[in-house]
């Protein structure tokens, strides 16, 4: 167990509806990172958030959106959901104190759009 | 453009065989390199890192792998497979020289490791 905790688990949505994921980071971490696993692929980076901003993003549309709040949470928005939006989402949250700092992923939240 | 190429989208061993798992990438610059592994309904864990230290590099569960740079190369391996290593295996590398978390993880699209009894 990591300590990145991320709700819900699963999530079903409809074509054209919005969605909020939320990722709780490793205490200590002020750095969340998103990503998306689509079925059978690898992980593909959306945004990074440092200390409440936006601190890198993929390459991902407008209406992937995010927050960082003070406590180092993190929440992902999805507006306008399109049926290729169906992925597991990850959440990695990493201290940058220094040279290297990993990541550390929570388990997820698969969400299924119809 | 950094990306990461893995060989074999299946590799299927027996127990007590050794395992390979290969992966190439492409940088630009020095990059830092990990293997990571992700069991079916749980979060990636990270397995190693080659962050411009040594070029064999050992990690977790007696997993190692090296970095050979005139090969562009970073292949897993471990010499005695167990059941309890099956599960999807990526390698991923960070297009800054800093671990990952001031930039992005670029994953290859990983290996599922079967391990036969």
């Known amino acids: 167990e990591t300590g990145v905790t991320q709700s819900p688990t699963h999530l079903i949505k409809t074509r054209g509806q919005q969605v909020t994921l939320r990722c709780s980071s490793q205490?200590?971490?002020?750095?969340v990172s998103w990503y998306q696993q689509a079925l059978g692929q690898g992980p593909q980076f959306i945004f990074q958030?440092?200390?409440?901003?936006?601190?890198g993003r993929g390459n991902f549309p407008p209406r992937f959106s995010g927050l960082q709040f003070p406590n180092y949470s993190s929440e992902l928005n999805v507006n306008a959901l399109e049926l290729d939006d169906s992925a597991l989402y990850l959440c990695?949250?990493?201290?940058?104190?220094?040279?290297?700092?990993?990541?550390?992923f929570g388990p997820g939240t698969r969400l299924t759009v119809l | 453009a950094q990306s990461v190429t893995q060989l074999d989208s299946h590799v299927s061993v027996s127990e007590g065989t050794p395992v390979l798992l290969r992966c190439n990438y492409s940088?630009?610059?020095?990059?830092?390199l990990f293997w990571y592994v992700q069991h079916p309904n749980k979060g990636l864990q990270l397995l190693l890192k080659?962050?411009?230290?040594?070029?064999l590099v050992k990690g977790i569960n007696g997993f190692e792998a090296e970095f050979k740079k005139s090969e562009t190369s970073f292949h897993l391996t471990k010499p005695s497979a167990h059941m309890s290593d099956a599960a999807e295996y990526f390698c991923?590398?960070?297009?800054?020289?800093?671990?990952?978390?001031?930039?992005?993880?670029?994953f290859g699209k990983g290996t599922k490791l079967s391990v036969k009894p």
């Open positions: 990695a949250s990493s201290a940058r104190t220094g040279v290297y700092n990993e990541q550390f």
């Open positions: 205490s200590g971490h002020n750095t």
């Open positions: 958030y440092y200390r409440e901003e936006e601190n």
């Open positions: 940088s630009s610059y020095s990059p830092s």
């Open positions: 080659y962050t411009s230290a040594a070029t």
């Open positions: 991923v590398v960070s297009p800054m020289n800093y671990g990952g978390s001031q930039g992005n993880l670029i």
